[in-house]
């Protein structure tokens, strides 16, 4: 019997702030959406680190998961990811040790290796160098410092978290190419990739992961490989309209890829009407896993791309200029995947 297709949804937000926005309205339409996801029966409500971008406000994500959890009450919340080489793995131990002991079991810590920035920025930012074999011995010390707590002799000769010492929250491994792939199946840690943004190496990555897994790592968290790929969705009534809305999401790619950032435009009728015929290529390949249109059309599009890659879950993210359309189109999609 073939596996099923209509794996666990999730979402991925970044905290978009649109033309004419503040950043504390930014952070309100993120909250908003949090609720409005947490009761239609998404799996996870992920945040991801950026630093420095007039497009999104979600910096300080840990104190963002904080905010969400008081007005969210059942959905798993999370770092979609931290970028591990901008911080000690003792402070990260130390933030979501400490939300997971004022929630509760609610948090995962997906780890990045990517700045999360423009390079002036993470020179600011900038801790540890990101290499793999570094990378991968930090977050082995991060899990440390979430486990159980060290046998003491004497009170001392011990770097602990306190608080997150026992609160053992969930690691995952992030990437966007085989880099991740490679730590996440030498540590057995569960693997998302951002496909949503960088889909070229999805296939390689997920068949390395796949095919270099340790479940027997000192490390591993999961027994088996465990994987969730990115996609770029947005549902609407008519095919029409939801191709009108995604305009937003193709010019904020371009911004992005052309070193051009700026809040989120409204959306437009022709995208060749507005951006250099040289730069339109960029959105198609920033965004090619998508799934664009009616409900019906999405999911189909999401359960081939599952088939095919044989996920065990997706994360979506959606862009509208309008945050009430966002909702909607995660409305429509929760309702036509049957979640509830």
Do not use: C
Not at 90 to 95: C, R
Not at 121 to 150: C, I
Not at 267 to 272: G, I, K, R, Y
């Amino acid at each position: 019997m073939a596996p099923s297709t209509r794996v666990p949804l999730s979402v991925l937000d970044l905290v978009p702030r649109s033309q004419g926005m503040t950043p504390a309205q930014a952070i309100e339409e993120s909250v908003a959406l949090a609720r409005e996801v947490d009761g239609l029966g998404y799996h996870r409500f992920w945040m991801a680190e950026h630093h420095g971008s007039e497009t999104f406000m979600s910096s300080a994500t840990s104190l963002l998961l904080g905010h969400v959890a008081h007005h969210t009450s059942r959905i798993r919340l999370g770092s979609g990811g931290v970028m591990l080489p901008n911080h000690s793995p003792l402070m990260v131990a130390e933030y979501y040790g400490t939300l997971a002991t004022i929630h509760g079991d609610r948090f995962d810590l997906g780890l990045g290796r990517a700045p999360g920035t423009d390079p002036m920025t993470a020179a600011a930012l900038s801790r540890s160098s990101g290499h793999l074999p570094d990378f991968a011995a930090e977050v082995a010390q991060l899990q440390k410092y979430l486990g159980d707590p060290p046998t003491l002799t004497g009170g001392r000769g011990q770097v602990r978290a306190l608080p997150g010492e026992g609160t053992h929250v969930p690691l995952w491994m992030l990437g966007s190419s085989t880099g991740g792939a490679q730590v996440a199946a030498a540590l057995g840690l569960p693997f998302s990739f951002a496909s949503h943004f960088a889909p070229d190496q999805l296939r390689e990555a997920l068949m390395v992961y796949r095919d270099r897994f340790r479940a027997d790592a000192a490390t591993a968290q999961v027994e088996r490989p465990t994987t969730m790929a990115g996609v770029n969705v947005l549902v609407a009534p008519s095919q029409e309209e939801a191709d009108h809305l995604f305009t937003t999401a193709q010019l904020m790619a371009i911004r992005i890829r052309s070193g051009q950032p700026a809040p989120l435009d409204p959306p437009v009728e022709s995208l060749a009407a507005v951006v250099p015929a040289e730069l339109l290529p960029m959105a198609q390949a920033h965004q090619a896993v998508r799934a664009v249109g009616t409900p019906e059309v999405v999911v189909e599009r999401l359960e081939e791309f599952v088939a095919e890659h044989e996920l065990d879950e997706l994360i979506v993210t959606t862009y509208t200029f309008d945050p009430e359309l966002r909702r909607r189109s995660y409305r429509l999609l929760a309702e036509a995947w049957g979640l509830g």
